[in-house]
């Protein structure tokens, strides 16, 4: 599984790669081929490669180093194609030339600007020194390329030979007839493939010369753009003041878990975004609250933290200890299909029996919103405690929400603390709702889950009479 | 020499054509062969493809670009590569076009090459900006077809027009076409300069500009939204601000209001305006005054007097009427070169 096949399936984790400050196409290609990674220990290389340049972006000096690389990086061009000519034994261009110069050029002062940095060993930038003496024959260290005189004696008096034609001719073409302009040309022409016949037996040779550098050349790419996408992350990381993750193989927990886009938005709207902890087992977890309360965004926020982590990445909160998966799985029911002719229920059950299939065979975490939600109440219910009690004693991590009640099932029950009746103050609104709201998670032992939706609809301003009808039902 | 003494006071040129043909190409060999040995550090390059070795609509022969030891060039990786000349890779770029990426580059011995270059007016301002910073005195833009667009003030500094025989054969209208788009270039920049400054602020909809220099949205996003809107366009005063184009539409709307007479109708530059002769002859004739926030300096008229389908015209009269009519020299581009 790579990364670009799992971007679209949540916006949340869209939006943590989207914002990552890389700089190379090439970065930005190793990303998007990032694999899952299952083993603890191919993790902690990654995530320890991050916290490195991390630890040594906090130093204001080293932090400006890094940030001349990054420049560095940004100049770096895929020359993947150019490299596989160079491979097969095709002559190159001058931009081809030029743009493997320029690699070398970058590399070998990326690789300057890391020892000052002391990240030299860190970074192992390959050494193009010697593809870069190759086209550097005049050692002028700019990324210029042509096929300098340098290379073979003959073109310097042909060069000179072509020059003083040229400009004899721009000299004196106004006084001259057409067919003297033209015998000029004819010279002119005649010299200039001479030039072109001596560049060609160079271009043969620096084919030859750079053909024994192409496994080089390759590694010089492909690390250069592991470590754009890993300053990315590492910048990313301060920014958002995440963690870097432990791992174990029972437990997911995190302390002041956040859900970045979500926080970044309430944020840029001066509103409050409350962190929060939360340690589920494996087996089936079902998170009850009141409408509002966020539910859904906690299911959410713990896919994109797993998937993060996953893809070696550091997650979006205080701390954390996470038990690796074979893959997450949303089941938000914003899948709903009209156009292949599914309802909402239909969709949805089919993703859940997927889900049950598939959990015989892989560890996974599994979120799935609601259940059942969009059909009658007494076989939504039925279908509830069927898939809680099919998965609880299964080896994934499973998070349910529900407004059901007495689902009678033995497992891990979690309720969000809700409305805060002592700090309402003022009048509460749509805009201002979740300032009152309390997301803390607390164990719910009961078999309950709360009544508030009448009370939200109270808050909200809905209709009285509405209301009181509903009341009236209830009572009934 | 006509005119390239005057080019030292610009960091930027197009060379715009009035028709496809009208010898933008002549005009530019014309005057990097001049600015060669001036001492001045030139730059080349294209909007769109041109250059092409022969003419992409017409098939008929079109002169490559002859470029001198020193001057720089931004040409596509497919033209660069087919170049007749010697010259050093100083850049490529990692954007595509379709002939493939922009290569620059400095002559090292003069010759021809084909100039193929950015697709947009905002890439080329970039491109000149990029010149500029590398100590380039000048950079030329080869117009592509017929656009006007790269010559908005916005985007260089001064302008060659070229116009001839492709524009029409007969050269009474040859003369009435040119002048339309001659009284386009020199249509006067409004004189409150800080008014300016604010206007152009405002990248899209319509605008107006009451007595004390305020300025109040029409709330319109485009001139094309005009008749849907109830508003009272004119209840600021007489001065309207498009900021995007103007069409005929917008002037013959405006022609029917009753204080025609007194409006005054401002514009980002001449580029923006997409009107026919005759629309606008109406609109003036009125009363009605366009302005531009900034005008275009025009540095010379040149003349090609042979169209692609193979008429000529007579050149020495045709330049001399073209000189009368607009107050300006004319310069016919295959004998200027003598």
Redesign the interface.
């Known amino acids: 599984m790579l990364l670009k096949d799992v971007l679209a399936i949540e916006n949340g984790f869209k939006y943590c790669i989207d914002e990552l400050n890389i700089q190379s196409?090439v970065g930005r290609n190793y990303l998007m081929n990032l694999r899952w990674q299952t083993r603890p220990q191919d993790l902690e290389l990654e995530w320890n490669f991050v916290e490195e340049i991390l630890q040594q972006m906090l130093n204001s000096e080293t932090q400006k180093l890094i940030s001349k690389i990054q420049h560095k990086l940004g100049g770096i061009?895929n020359i993947k194609q150019t490299i596989l000519n160079i491979e097969n034994g095709d002559l190159l261009?001058?931009?081809q030339l030029?743009?493997v110069k320029?690699l070398a050029l970058l590399s070998i002062e990326i690789s300057a600007l890391s020892e000052e940095a002391g990240l030299k060993h860190l970074f192992l930038v390959p050494d193009l020194s010697e593809v870069l003496s190759i086209l550097d024959p005049d050692r002028n260290n700019i990324?210029?390329?042509?096929i300098y005189e340098s290379y073979d004696p003959r073109l310097g008096e042909v060069?000179n030979n072509?020059?003083q034609l040229?400009?004899k001719l721009?000299d004196i073409?106004?006084t001259l007839s057409e067919s003297e302009i033209s015998d000029y040309e004819a010279q002119?022409?005649e010299i200039?493939n001479l030039?072109q016949s001596i560049e060609e037996e160079v271009r043969k040779t620096l084919a030859d010369k750079l053909s024994r550098h192409t496994l080089m050349l390759k590694a010089a790419l492909e690390r250069l753009a592991y470590i754009d996408l890993s300053i990315a992350k590492a910048e990313q990381a301060i920014k958002w003041q995440m963690s870097k993750p432990d791992t174990n193989h029972t437990h997911t927990a995190y302390t002041e878990l956040f859900n970045p886009r979500l926080k970044h938005a309430l944020t840029e709207r001066k509103q409050r975004y409350q962190n929060i902890d939360i340690d589920i087992k494996e087996g089936v977890c079902l998170i009850t609250g009141a409408n509002m309360a966020g539910k859904t965004v906690l299911l959410k926020t713990m896919g994109i933290a797993q998937m993060l982590a996953q893809f070696g990445f550091f997650v979006p909160a205080k701390s954390a200890n996470i038990s690796l998966v074979d893959k997450v799985v949303f089941c938000i029911g914003d899948e709903q299909n009209e156009m292949n002719g599914l309802s909402s229920f239909a969709s949805e059950i089919l993703k859940i029996n997927e889900v049950i299939q598939d959990s015989r065979r892989f560890k996974m975490m599994i979120l799935i919103d609601e259940p059942a939600r969009t059909t009658n109440p007494t076989e939504g219910k039925a279908i509830v405690q069927a898939i809680a009690s099919t998965m609880n004693d299964k080896d994934s991590y499973t998070l349910i929400t529900t407004h059901y009640s007495r689902l009678g099932i033995d497992c891990r029950k979690l309720r969000v603390k809700g409305f805060a009746d002592s700090e309402i103050t003022g009048t509460i609104t749509p805009q201002n709702i979740n300032q009152y709201m309390d997301y803390t998670l607390q164990e719910d032992t009961s078999d309950n889950v709360p009544h508030e939706a009448l009370r939200i609809a109270e808050i909200l301003n809905c209709d009285p009479q509405l209301i009181a009808t509903a009341k009236n039902f209830l009572e009934n | 020499m006509p005119f390239i003494a005057d080019l030292q006071k610009y960091k930027s040129l197009s060379i715009v054509g009035m028709d496809k043909n009208t010898g933008k190409t002549v005009c530019l060999n014309y005057v990097l062969s001049r600015l060669r040995n001036m001492g001045i550090k030139t730059a080349v390059t294209s909007i769109g493809i041109d250059g092409e070795r022969v003419d992409q609509v017409f098939g008929s022969h079109k002169p490559e670009i002859t470029l001198y030891e020193g001057m720089q060039f931004i040409t596509s990786e497919k033209h660069y590569n087919t170049r007749q000349l010697l010259s050093k890779v100083i850049d490529v770029d990692t954007e595509r076009t379709a002939l493939g990426r922009l290569i620059t580059a400095e002559v090292l011995c003069s010759g021809k090459v084909l100039l193929s270059g950015a697709g947009t007016t905002e890439k080329l301002r970039r491109q000149i900006n990029a010149f500029e910073n590398n100590n380039i005195d000048i950079t030329i833009i080869d117009g592509a077809l017929s656009r006007m667009s790269l010559a908005s003030p916005s985007v260089t500094d001064a302008m060659i027009l070229c116009t001839g025989a492709a524009v029409s054969p007969n050269i009474r209208q040859l003369i009435v076409k040119t002048r339309f788009t001659f009284d386009l270039i020199n249509l006067p920049a409004i004189e409150n300069h800080e008014l300016a400054n604010r206007l152009s602020q405002h990248t899209a909809g319509l605008w107006a500009v009451d007595n004390d220099g305020m300025i109040h949205d029409l709330e319109i996003p485009s001139v094309f939204l005009l008749e849907k809107s109830t508003q009272d366009i004119f209840s600021h005063g007489n001065t309207l601000y498009v900021s995007g184009a103007v069409s005929d539409k917008l002037l013959k709307y405006l022609s029917t209001k009753k204080n025609i007479a007194e409006q005054t109708l401002i514009v980002r530059d001449f580029t923006k305006l997409f009107v026919t002769p005759e629309v606008y002859a109406a609109y003036t004739k009125k009363g009605g005054r366009i302005q531009v926030l900034q005008q275009s300096k025009l540095v010379a008229v040149c003349l090609n007097p042979t169209s692609p389908h193979g008429y000529t015209i007579d050149s020495d009269d045709a330049c001399l009427r073209l000189s009368e009519a607009l107050g300006v020299p004319t310069w016919d581009v295959c004998k200027i070169k003598q």
């Not at chain 1, 990324?143 to 042509?146: R, T």
């Open positions: 196409g061009h261009d001058d931009v030029f743009e320029n990324a210029h390329f042509y060069r072509l020059k040229s400009n721009n073409r106004t002119i022409t200039y030039n």
